[in-house]
């Protein structure tokens, strides 16, 4: 394979591995995708490869889908993947190795995620006063700590700072953190390569234990069995733990109730969905950090459009700040309503067709039957295509889609009324003012 070829392929795997970040979360990546390298291409097949037999065939059954598709939408060339063994890597049982590889552990905390780094606000002030808290004491005070909250909104961020946090200090605390699928893809490697001593042995002798996205374990009944087992054992000597999963502990499905209780035994902090506030305060911190000027309004319209998760407000602000370095132009409102088009087409996505049919009818004191009636009158076309034109605008749907709601309809006749009101809005000021006013009413 050329130079430039493998380049290439090397270009978009690395696109596509932010993506798989994005969609994954860090402790999913980091354990799963981060790992794996790109090989090459043979005809129409593209070649992974993963650092172990148990690795590869975990992506297999858990990612390969979503990678085949994500690699399809970037190049198009292609229809196969295949995950391969690493060169370095032959097919046998890693007896030799220790069970957990302990350099492991600290390669898996992002250097960025400290308390240093993250801003405090009204919803997540208690979790992180309890992370301090259990980072800052030497003995336990509640156990475990238990986080929760939705994706995005800090947890894994909170763990890693303890982590650090307790690692600079006490340097010789031995602290583990890992995703809860990896414990279980360690437990199960040590079921098969029977070597479940040296396992209990390992996480039975860390001081601090700290299990990220707990629920991963739900419904798998000997994983749980085991990590209620390693968790009895370390409260009984007084070890601290650290839990983190999307439910409360009573909320958690297909978890068995003496582990669920368990969870629940000692300080339940959630995480609650994002203020304005919380929001903007993390762009400021954010792009000080990236050393870059954005202005205020920028950041405000940010704060305000993009309210899914933290995650994705740091993706949007990055993107932005990147298109702005690469073309070397000032970051405007513009720029960022151009750059982060689909973003926010996705955070509008809350808005039906239903809604706006409903709210353009009564606007123009039309029945909303007539949204769907073969009716040509004026005096209910016109409205139609303005419900039509800001489906589009403000939903994600496809002009199939649409053209299905509005009785049926083909998607040429949507594109038309799209150019139409598109047109009337460019040559007629009132027809812009109602436009204008129907998508303020419908986005608030
Ligand atoms: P979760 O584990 O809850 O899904 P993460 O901890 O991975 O979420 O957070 C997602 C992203 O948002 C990370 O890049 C993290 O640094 C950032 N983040 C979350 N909360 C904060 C905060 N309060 N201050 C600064 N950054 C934050
Ligand atoms: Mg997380």
């Known amino acids: 394979m050329s130079y430039s070829v493998r380049s290439d392929l090397e270009g978009q795997w690395q696109s596509i591995q932010g993506r798989l970040l994005e969609e994954y979360g860090e402790a999913t990546y980091a354990s799963w995708l981060k790992p794996l390298c790109i090989v090459d291409q043979q005809k129409d097949c593209i070649r992974l490869s993963a650092p172990d037999a148990f690795a590869r065939d975990w992506v297999k059954s858990h990612y390969a889908e979503r990678v085949k598709v994500i690699l399809q939408t970037i190049n198009d060339t292609f229809s196969q993947l295949d995950i391969i063994l690493s060169a370095s890597e032959e097919e046998k049982p890693t007896v030799d190795k220790p069970i957990v590889d302990i350099t492991e552990i600290s390669s898996n905390l992002d250097t960025r995620f400290t308390f240093d780094n993250f801003v405090v606000g009204k919803p997540n002030e208690l979790a992180h006063a309890a992370a301090r808290k259990v980072a800052e004491s030497t003995d ?11 994706v995005g909104l800090g947890k894994t961020h909170l763990m890693h700072a303890i982590a650090w946090h307790i690692t600079k200090c006490h340097p010789k605390r031995k602290v583990i953190y890992m995703s809860a699928e990896k414990f279980m893809y360690q437990f199960v490697r040590a079921l098969r390569f029977k070597d479940t001593v040296a396992f209990k042995d390992y996480f039975r002798s860390v001081d601090v234990l700290m299990i990220d996205d707990v629920q991963f374990i739900s419904g798998k009944e000997s994983t749980q069995e085991e990590f209620f087992h390693t968790f009895n054992a370390l409260v009984d000597q ?37 203020t304005y506030e919380l929001r903007l305060g993390i762009l400021h911190s954010k792009a000080d950090q990236l050393e870059t000027v954005v202005p205020p309004k920028v950041l405000e319209f940010l704060a305000s459009k993009i309210s899914s998760n933290i995650r994705e407000l740091e993706g949007a602000l990055t993107r932005v700040v990147a298109h702005s370095t690469l073309v070397g132009r000032e970051i405007t409102l513009e720029s960022t309503h151009d750059v982060l088009r689909d973003l926010l087409r ?87 003012e109602d436009v204008e006013l129907l998508s303020k009413i419908l986005e608030t």
């Open 140 to 150: 336990v005070t509640f156990n475990p700590l238990f986080l929760y909250g939705g």
């Open 238 to 274: 007084n070890r601290q733990i650290i839990i983190s999963a999307d439910k409360s502990p009573s909320d958690l499905e297909r978890m068995e109730e003496r582990l669920k209780s368990r969870l629940g035994w000692g300080l339940v902090a959630d995480i609650h969905p994002t």
């Open 346 to 432: 996705a955070n509008d996505r809350r808005v039906t067709i239903d809604e706006i049919q409903k709210k353009v009818a009564e606007y123009y004191s039309i029945r909303v039957s007539d949204m769907h009636s073969p009716r040509r009158a004026r005096t209910v076309a016109r409205p139609r295509q303005v419900a039509m034109y800001l489906s589009k605008i403000l939903t994600s749907r496809s002009l199939p889609e649409i053209g299905r709601k509005f009785g049926g309809r083909d998607h040429t006749t949507i594109l038309h009324a799209v150019k139409k009101i598109e047109e009337l809005m460019a040559n007629d000021k009132r027809m812009c």
